[in-house]
């Protein structure tokens, strides 16, 4: 994804309702731009770089030609979506949809 892309992604998603974070980082795990607290987001740039290194490490042992795409995470309280790419992952927090 390139910086334009991602930047335009930013502000798009920032604009749905529900969203209550975005968190953009590095593949290094550092966060390079974000709407949520300096504290919340180390929180969860710490937390989410590790589970998408394990999470491709996973999906290449059991098929080496596949990689790791999205993820979507899902508690009562909120909804994590993942999008990694090799330069940048995309990190968005937001309400669950009520069904």
């Known amino acids: ?45 710490g937390l989410i770089h590790g589970l998408v290194a394990k999470t491709k490490s996973a999906i290449k042992e059991m098929d080496h030609q596949n990689d790791l795409s999205f993820v979507r995470l899902r508690s009562h309280k909120d909804e994590i979506l993942i999008a990694p790419d090799k330069e940048f992952t995309m990190i968005v927090i937001q309400k669950p949809a009520i069904q």
């Open 1 to 45: 994804m390139a910086v334009n892309e991602a930047e335009e992604t930013f502000k798009r998603l920032a604009a749905f309702p529900g969203v209550q974070g975005i968190i953009v980082m590095n593949s290094d795990g550092i966060p390079i731009r974000t709407t949520l607290p300096q504290t919340k987001t180390a929180l969860y740039v």
